[in-house]
């Protein structure tokens, strides 16, 4: 009798820059057989990885592999949420902000090995009105960002950052009411975040104390900021610091509903949509089963932190002089 456990590894061929031929072989090369009965599939639309982890479901799978970037992540984990069956993280795109918040490898056959080490936790998932989510949401400028990215024929890091900075030059923030169980803020922000994970991505922590274990979103508002700010932002953004910022609000909260003056694009998970004027978000705590790394998890501390810690130091008391 075959004990092994089922997995199904869902590749989107197009996420990122790289070539994802490969992938079937690293697989076949990586994956204890003596654990695992493994089958492959190739996404051939979007919505097609929710399809195929649905049916993995249905067909008793102990795991989804989703091999891609956040988008095709968040396809699998759409389908995962409040099931049995454990989501595996591959990260293969372009941003891979969920794996890096979970210190997954950002390389496919390390991934893989950590997947054979059999670790499991639950994990908390969020919603969007009727949208989930798993690392990020938000409106504003990250997500008007996403929609031109979205647009755009070259991907990685390069292309967002020219899409960033020319869009930068022209958009106008907006006025928002932002409404809890606890307070009533209207603002006019530049971003409005809101985080299950601490970053978009590429290790830019837009809400970088975030856990996806305590039942909150960690919600990071932007004022609008002068050019003379982005630098020092940018800094922030990159160095765990920006919820310290003179410009920023940052709360916890387990929902909320963010009121616009009319419907507009918002992101999910890094992914630009329609969304109406006003938008509820909330927390569903211990949603998702979520493989990790042996060793891994949240907030595990790197070699980088004290540079992190010392710079921060530095831009802090550089501020403090030029009284900005």
Not at 174 to 202: H, K, M, P, W
Request: hydrophobic content about 40%; glycine content about 8%; proline content about 5%.
């Amino acid at each position: 009798m075959d004990t092994r456990k089922k997995l199904l590894a869902v590749i989107n061929p197009i996420s990122g820059t790289a070539n994802k031929q490969y992938i079937p072989e690293t697989i076949t090369e990586v994956m204890d057989e003596s654990k695992w009965d493994m089958m492959i599939r190739f996404t051939q639309r979007p919505g097609h990885a929710t399809d195929l982890a649905k049916q993995a479901i249905k067909q008793g799978y102990y795991g989804v592999l989703a091999i891609g970037g956040d988008g095709t992540i968040n396809e699998v984990a759409a389908a995962l949420r409040d099931s049995d069956t454990a989501l595996g993280i591959i990260p293969n795109g372009s941003g891979n902000g969920l794996a890096r918040h979970l210190n997954i490898p950002i390389d496919v056959k390390r991934a893989l090995e950590e997947i054979n080490n059999d670790r499991i936790e639950q994990f908390d998932y969020c919603m969007a009105n009727q949208h989930p989510f798993f690392c990020t949401c938000g409106v504003g400028f990250d997500a008007h960002v996403s929609a031109k990215f979205a647009e755009s024929k070259k991907r990685g890091p390069m292309s967002y950052l020219k899409n960033t900075l020319v869009e930068y030059l022209r958009y106008r923030s907006e006025e928002y009411s932002i409404e809890t169980a606890d307070q009533v803020l209207t603002e006019r922000a530049f971003v409005i975040a809101c985080g299950n994970a601490s970053q978009y991505g590429n290790n830019a922590f837009i809400t970088p104390n975030a856990s996806m274990q305590d039942g909150l979103i960690d919600v990071t508002l932007i004022q609008p900021f002068t050019p003379l700010d982005t630098a020092v932002l940018g800094i922030l953004l990159f160095t765990k610091h920006i919820d310290q910022d003179t410009n920023i609000q940052s709360f916890r909260t387990p929902s909320l509903t963010i009121h616009r003056p009319k419907a507009g694009v918002m992101h999910i998970d890094g992914e630009p949509m329609m969304m109406e004027a006003d938008i509820e978000v909330k927390c569903i705590h211990n949603g998702i089963k979520i493989f990790l790394p042996k060793d891994g998890g949240e907030n595990k501390k790197t070699f980088i932190t004290p540079i992190e810690e010392g710079f921060w130091n530095f831009v802090t008391t550089v501020r403090s002089e030029l009284n900005i």
